[in-house]
C-alpha cells in the first residue's frame, strides 16, 4: 500500500531553500534545471521588444498599458503555482502587482522559453494547464529551432487557437501586442553563433 500523497501548495515552494527554482504543477513540486544561455538570451530579448515599448514606454511613446514581468510566482489555483519566463497584465486588472507573492490574478500573456530539457512541459503540460484556467493569450518561443508559436484561449471552444507560428526571418504583428512589428530574429543568438 502507497501513502496518500497530498497535493502540494504555495507553502511547499515557501519552504524550499533560497535560490531554488520551482513550481507546483497538478499538485506536484517541479523543479526544473538551470536554462541554458541562450533561454536567458531569448528570455531578455522577449522582455526588451516586448515589454519595452509596452511597458517601460508606457506613457514616452509606446503602445503602454501592460505590465511585463519575469519569473514571478503565479498561483492558477491552490495547487498551480508557476513561474512563467514571462508574465504580462493589463495594467487596468493588475494596477500594482509590486508587493504580491505570489500574483492570483490569471496572466493576460504567458511567454515560456523552450529548453531541450523541458520541452515537453512547456508544450505539453503548461499549455494544458494555461488552458485550463484560461490564459488568453501563450507564446512558446524555442531558441533551439528559432521560432515563436502564439496561441490564443477561445473560451467558447475550450481550446486553443493558433495565432500563427514565425521563424527567424518573420517581421510580425502578433496578439495581444500587434501594436508593434516583433523583428523574430532579434530573439536568438546570431547565425553561427
Known sequence: MQPVRTPATYDALLALPEGVRAEIVDGALVTPPAPLPRHSLAQRAASRFIGGPFDDDDGRGGPGGWWILLEVDVRLGPHDVVRPDLAGWRR??????????????VPDWI????????????RVTKRRLYATHAVPYYWIIDPGARTVEALRFDAAANAWVEVGSYDDASLARIAPFEAIELEVGRLFPPKGA
Open 92 to 105: 487596468e486588472r493588475l494596477p500594482a502587482p509590486w508587493d504580491q507573492r505570489p500574483i492570483d490574478a
Open 111 to 122: 511567454c515560456e522559453i523552450v529548453s531541450p530539457s523541458n520541452a515537453a512541459h512547456d
